[in-house]
C-alpha cells in the first residue's frame, strides 16, 4: 500500500512539475524572435512561476524514495531511478543555466546588452529541462506499470 502511494505521488508530481516545463516549451516558438520589447513583456507572465521550484523538489524527492523502495526489483528499479535522475538534472540545468541568466537580467526587468544571447541560453536550457521532466514522468508512470 505504501508502495502505491508514493507511485501515485511520484507520477502526480512529476506530472505537475511538467506543467510549467511544458509552457516554456510551447511558447519558445512564439517567444524566440520576438523584439526585445515584446520579448520582456512576454516574460513579465512568469512573475511568481518560481514557486513551481517547490513542486520539482517535492517531485524529485518522491522519486528518490521510489528509488530506494524499489531497490533491487530490476526494471522497475532502474525505471525509478531514471525519473529521479532525469529531475535532478532540470534542477542542474536550472542552477547552470536559467538561474544565472535570471540573476543578471534581474528576472528579465534589465535589458544586459547581450540579452538576445542570454534568450537563447534561457529558452533552450528551458526547452531541454522539458524534454528531461517527460522523460522523467514517462519513467515514473512506466515503473508503475512494470512487473
Excluded at 531514471?82 to 534542477?91: E, F, I, R, S, V
Aim: charged share 10%; proline share 3%; glycine share 4%.
Amino acid at each position: 500500500m505504501r508502495t502505491r502511494i508514493i507511485f501515485g505521488l511520484a507520477i502526480v508530481l512529476t506530472a505537475l512539475a511538467l506543467v510549467p516545463a511544458g509552457a516554456h516549451l510551447f511558447a519558445l516558438p512564439n517567444k524566440i524572435d520576438l523584439t526585445q520589447e515584446d520579448y520582456y513583456v512576454a516574460q513579465s507572465v512568469y512573475r511568481g512561476w518560481a514557486l513551481f521550484g517547490v513542486v520539482l523538489v517535492s517531485a524529485l524527492a518522491v522519486n528518490i524514495v521510489l528509488t530506494i523502495l524499489l531497490q533491487r526489483q530490476g526494471m522497475r528499479s532502474y525505471l525509478a531511478s531514471a525519473a529521479a535522475l532525469c529531475l535532478g538534472l532540470t534542477l542542474v540545468i536550472f542552477l547552470a543555466e536559467i538561474y544565472p541568466v535570471n540573476q543578471v537580467t534581474h528576472n528579465w526587468t534589465v535589458v544586459p546588452d547581450n540579452w538576445a544571447v542570454l534568450r537563447l541560453r534561457w529558452e533552450t536550457a528551458h526547452a531541454v529541462n522539458a524534454a528531461l521532466t517527460f522523460l522523467a514522468l514517462c519513467c515514473a508512470t512506466a515503473a508503475a506499470l512494470v512487473k
